[in-house]
């Protein structure tokens, strides 16, 4: 795992030493075990290398083969390299040894630009072919390495993190209207569609799923597609199809765990994601008598839970079941006393290095990613992305699609045994169903439930920039609801993987502490291989005899406690007590929405009578229980940005 920089001159002319050294000085806020830069006349390639992996302590980045005339500076962790050395036909005996990048050159030198698709991993990489006199590189694809760049008519400059290349003298800090102002108009945590942009004018990101190419003084930037072969899985029995995913799943979870001689650790919740995941780990770690270390965020002491009876602010009671029944498990309890959303801005500021909404668990995330590191993690696993692949299974939906296909018998059955599992009237559930199958009434609960959130965009502003009539267009300010995706369950879960906009945010963030704290974030759901997998398993296997996300709560048997694997009815609920956490700066909190609602600059951003209503709504005091309210997402926001463009510009 690396922080890598690069410039690359046009003109032929050589790189000012003193520029990467700029660039290699500014990365020194990260921690590392080595950091080198390599120069050759118009190209120079800089790598501030942390040592997660056995064979990356080997690995010296930047590296140059004047044999092969390829130079490489990578920021990767490569999980399919087994299955890429035997069709690389790499001799058995040097592969143990062989670092990631060694793999990928050796990939570029046989796949050429078709090379990214055949990548399991997180990954970002710079290549450069002397004898082609080319520069290619490429981002994984949801997008778990950053990789960010500038370029002009002299050169183009690249870096895993933005704030580097403002160290270079050409280039300056200049905001964008039009990124800002869709950030801003879009409701959820997502950022704007366009992910090659970024906050700055000047600063573009390589998209996910994306290869970069400079040849003849030409940049080119275009996508590859990782998931375009998936074939329809046809297997004899429901047991084999269990029997394949637990296969494939435990090669995700496993991947890493032998290639680090660090501490392996997780994130855990009372849920099945990361149940499952810490399942696999512990079991596998106590083959080579090593105990996996578990993260669990509860609530601050003197919270009163206010949330109903099926859902739990407090995990512990249901983590402490997995815990138990999967033993080998290291498990830490951790609330954060003192720590709010409101407190970590500005560190999530420097961190992210641009605005963002996911507040609400902020100062858990980092948090947890501070205790790891305390703790020598190397690997930290988590199963973010289960609910769309490990997980996934929409009961609703599919028996939605059965109505629609007129499957009356299967219908009631499915009904009959899902009402039993969820404790749910059968009446309530056909009615649910009804709804969801008839057009009209699904596009009248959907208007009514996207205007609950306000507009937190001033409308001249967008008419300025140019966004307006997007304000108007559900599909865009709901990016990622139901507003955004097709009603078919299957589809719905294709165009989820298929934009590239849909994970970035998630990718960026977790890259960007793993370089503050020195370890990787690693997502065993979002493992290409368990992708294909589902996506090529039919639905029948994800809902059936009355259960949702039926393959992994089948698949997980002996796993996890039943009490875990089979609980339809109580879900636990993340950052209830962010409100609680607030209380004691809450004075603070509106003394800042003050400033922000008479800056000058604000007032021409942001649509400040929504802002008053809400502000007016927190001087009354918001109880704990709102800690979901859409004014406090509004002022949030706002303080985000406010402090953000004051640092900044």
């Keep these: 795992m690396s922080a890598i920089a690069g410039i690359y001159r046009f003109n032929g002319e050589a790189v000012q030493s003193e520029h990467g050294g700029l660039i290699m000085e500014a990365l020194r806020q990260y921690p590392a075990n080595q950091s080198r830069l390599w120069n050759m006349n118009h190209i120079m390639l800089g790598c501030h290398a942390q040592w997660i992996t056995e064979q990356s302590v080997q690995e010296c980045l930047p590296y140059y083969d004047s044999n092969r005339g390829l130079a490489i500076t990578a920021d990767a962790i490569i999980d399919n390299r087994d299955e890429l050395m035997d069709q690389l036909q790499v001799p058995h005996h040097p592969r143990q040894h062989m670092t990631d990048s060694e793999v990928l050159l050796l990939a570029y030198e046989k796949w050429s630009e078709r090379m990214p698709e055949r990548l399991v991993g997180d990954f970002a990489f710079i290549i450069w072919d002397e004898r082609k006199q080319l520069l290619f590189g490429a981002r994984d694809f949801s997008g778990a390495r950053t990789l960010y760049y500038h370029h002009n008519e002299q050169q183009i400059c690249f870096c895993t993190a933005i704030n580097p290349?403002?160290?270079?003298?050409?280039?300056?800090?200049?905001?964008?209207?039009?990124?800002?102002?869709?950030?801003?108009?879009?409701?959820?945590?997502?950022?704007?569609?366009?992910?090659?942009?970024?906050?700055?004018?000047?600063?573009?990101?390589?998209?996910?799923?994306?290869?970069?190419?400079?040849?003849?003084?030409?940049?080119?930037?275009?996508?590859?597609?990782?998931?375009?072969?998936?074939?329809?899985?046809?297997?004899?029995?429901?047991?084999?199809?269990?029997?394949?995913?637990?296969?494939?799943?435990?090669?995700a979870v496993t991947a890493r765990l032998r290639r680090t001689n660090r501490n392996v650790g997780a994130h855990l919740s009372g849920g099945l994601d990361s149940g499952s995941v810490v399942s696999f780990a512990a079991r596998a770690l106590e083959h080579e008598n090593r105990s996996l270390h578990t993260f669990s965020y509860v609530p601050e002491t003197g919270f009163v839970d206010w949330t109903p009876k099926h859902r739990l602010a407090d995990e512990r009671p249901l983590i402490k079941q997995t815990v138990q029944f999967v033993g080998n498990i290291n498990a830490q309890y951790l609330d954060f006393s003192g720590r709010s959303a409101f407190t970590e801005i500005d560190d999530w500021l420097d961190i992210l290095e641009s605005p963002y909404k996911f507040f609400d668990n902020s100062f858990w995330l980092r948090g947890i990613f501070e205790h790891a590191e305390q703790r020598d993690i190397g690997i930290l696993l988590n199963g973010a992305r289960g609910n769309y692949s490990i997980s996934w299974g929409p009961a609703i939906e599919y028996y939605t699609k059965l109505l629609k296909n007129l499957k009356w018998l299967q219908l009631t059955q499915e009904i009959k045994r899902y009402s039993r599992n969820v404790g749910v009237g059968r009446r309530r559930l056909y009615s649910i169903v009804g709804r969801k199958a008839i057009p009209v009434l699904k596009q009248r609960s959907s208007s009514i439930a996207s205007g609950d959130f306000p507009q937190l965009i001033n409308s001249d502003y967008a008419k300025r920039v140019g966004i307006y009539e997007k304000l108007h267009d559900l599909t865009f300010t709901g990016i990622g609801s139901t507003d955004d995706l097709p009603d078919d369950p299957l589809e719905a879960r294709r165009v989820h993987f298929e934009r590239v906009n849909m994970w970035s945010a998630t990718g960026t963030s977790n890259c960007k502490l793993s370089l503050r704290y020195s370890l990787w974030s690693h997502d065993p759901s979002n493992d290409l291989r368990v992708i294909r997998f589902c996506l090529s398993t039919p639905m029948e296997q994800f809902v059936q005899k009355g259960m949702d996300r039926a393959l992994i709560r089948r698949s997980t048997k002996g796993w996890l406690p039943d009490s875990i694997r089979l609980n339809h009815r109580t879900r636990g609920i993340q950052a209830a007590d962010s409100i609680h956490r607030m209380l004691s700066d809450w004075p603070v909190f509106l003394a800042e929405l003050d400033r922000v609602s008479h800056d000058s600059r604000m007032q021409q951003i942001i649509n400040m009578p929504v802002i008053h209503d809400a502000l007016a709504e927190a001087r009354q005091g918001i109880s704990p229980n709102q800690a979901y309210n859409p004014a406090i997402k509004l002022l949030m926001r706002s303080v985000i940005l406010y402090r953000f463009l004051q640092k900044n510009f």
């Design 165 to 251: 290349l403002f160290s270079l003298p050409f280039i300056h800090k200049e905001i964008n209207e039009t990124w800002l102002a869709e950030f801003l108009a879009i409701h959820g945590v997502f950022e704007p569609p366009d992910v090659s942009t970024t906050i700055y004018n000047n600063i573009l990101q390589l998209p996910p799923s994306h290869k970069i190419i400079i040849k003849n003084d030409n940049v080119s930037v275009t996508r590859y597609h990782s998931l375009s072969d998936v074939i329809p899985l046809q297997l004899a029995s429901s047991e084999e199809y269990e029997e394949a995913f637990r296969e494939v799943f435990n090669k």
